[in-house]
Nanobody
């Protein structure tokens, strides 16, 4: 079992920045592909970013490319999402996910473990 706990969400003005963290506990974190997803009210959950266990493969949704950066620290069992130049349309609950497989599998929304989510609200 892997437990995922997100933190770092909050209210920020458009153009501002936030850094989300996802702390993992349980089984070996470093072997998992990690991803971030988000879900706004009335909208299906969407992929945001994913990073392989080796950090050799990183994928972003087109909507966040150039603004968001995913990273991980395997020694701290933590994955991060640095979000810059935030827009009101980035408002959503952000979820961390862990998948015991390829990055493209996590990108598709298939993951073994999910966190409870953290709210990000961007005001205009």
């Amino acid at each position: 079992q892997v437990q995922l706990v997100e933190s770092g969400g909050g209210l920020v003005q458009a153009g501002g920045s936030l850094r989300l963290s996802c702390a993992a506990s349980g089984r070996t974190f470093s072997s998992y592909t990690m991803g971030w997803f988000r879900q706004a009210p009335g909208v299906e959950r969407e992929f945001v970013a994913a990073i392989s266990w080796s950090v050799g493969n990183i994928v972003y949704a087109d909507s966040v490319k150039g603004r968001f950066t995913i990273s991980r620290n395997n020694a701290k069992n933590t994955v991060y999402l640095q979000m810059n130049s935030l827009k009101p349309e980035d408002t959503a609950v952000y979820y961390c996910a862990a998948g015991d497989g390829l990055v493209r599998t996590v990108v598709s929304g298939t993951a073994d473990y999910w966190g409870q989510g953290t709210q990000v609200t961007v005001s205009s």
